[in-house]
């Protein structure tokens, strides 16, 4: 089956690597063109342009090189009936965890004020903190969110789980909330926030003041969800008044973060280019085939999306 490349950011034959001639016998991967092709059916994607789709008629299945798919989603050109696959990768959601609680143990630990002693040649050791004594909630309970929460919970932290519908917990020692009115308990109970929701119209801003306002004072913030997930001026406003005493930040509504964005030079937060995790060529390779059988088989792919959700 013919699968065209579409991306307005990343060479995506480059990015996939020499492994997946591993499934060139199945899956044909071609360049995208302008006039389209009436034979390709299925798609990679990654921030296509809005008339990217335009000349592909016949196309079926779009699959994101990654796990978001709101870029994809929001294409003008992208037809409704055509289904948007997401890559679950089980080593991606690995790579987030160790990321995650590598930011929730530096909270724990005050390694940022151990930092700062060091530069300054002060040798003073502070209270420690037991892990069951930091309440974790994540924003988000998907195949990730899961993850995170069984790993930091193995850990001996305080975990909860925020999702918009209910989810079972998948241990006994994770507390799992849904709706508002389960947001806001949770947010009442947090000292860390871990954002890992999908990017929707309904949580486009949703780390705002107000939802600062209802964290623990003195919590902290670690987004790996989307850029616009965060009102920025919002965030700097927390951490200039206390409310929060710190933000591990992955993901930004501009990417590259622009060189005079005042998160650069904050010294409460913490930037990686976001590389919190990535998914494996494998995964992609293995999404791209079975996104490739459903539909030479007539079937709906796995891993679909509900388009009316947007996740």
């Known amino acids: 089956m013919r699968c065209v490349l579409i991306s307005s950011r990343l060479d995506l034959r480059r990015y996939l690597g020499p492994e997946i001639s591993l499934i060139a016998d199945q899956v044909e991967l071609v360049e995208w063109k302008k ?91 502070g209270p420690q903190r037991r892990a069951d004594s930091l309440p974790v909630g994540i924003l988000g309970y998907g195949a990730i969110g899961r993850k995170l929460a069984i790993d930091l919970a193995y850990l001996g932290f305080s975990v909860m789980c925020w999702s918009r519908t209910p989810k079972r917990p998948a241990t006994a020692a994770i ?56 009102l920025e001026s919002d965030l700097l406003a927390a951490l200039e008044d206390g409310q929060l005493t710190g933000a591990a930040l992955d993901v930004f509504p501009s990417e590259p973060l622009p060189r005079t964005h005042p998160f650069w030079g904050h010294p409460k937060i913490i ?25 030479r088989t ?6 679909a999306i509900d388009r009316t959700l947007g996740y």
Not at 41 to 64: Q, V
Not at 284 to 290: G, I, Y
Not at 298 to 303: I, L, S, V
Request: hydrophobic content about 40%; some cysteine.
């Open 35 to 125: 006039d389209g092709d009436p034979d390709v059916r299925l798609a990679m994607a990654w921030h296509p342009s809005n008339d990217a789709f335009s000349g592909y008629p016949n196309l079926r299945a779009i699959c994101s090189i990654g796990a978001g798919v709101d870029n994809i989603v929001g294409c003008p050109s992208l037809k409704s009936e055509v289904d948007v696959v997401r890559v679950v990768d089980p080593g991606q959601a690995q790579m987030m965890s160790g990321f995650v609680a590598w930011h929730v143990i530096g909270h724990q630990r005050n390694f940022a004020g151990y930092q700062a002693q060091q530069r300054d040649r002060i040798w003073h050791s």
């Open 271 to 295: 930037l990686t280019p976001h590389n919190a995790s990535d998914v494996s060529v494998r995964a992609v390779a293995a999404t791209l085939v079975t996104t490739a059988d459903a539909i």
């Open 175 to 230: 507390r799992s909330y849904n709706g508002p009115a389960g947001l806001c308990e949770m947010l009442n109970n947090t000292e860390v926030l871990v954002n890992v929701l999908p990017l929707t119209p309904e949580t486009r801003g949703i780390l705002n003041a107000q939802l600062f306002a209802n964290i623990r004072r003195g919590g902290y913030l670690i987004q790996v969800g989307r850029g616009e997930h965060l």
């Open 298 to 303: 007539g079937r709906r792919p796995p891993h």
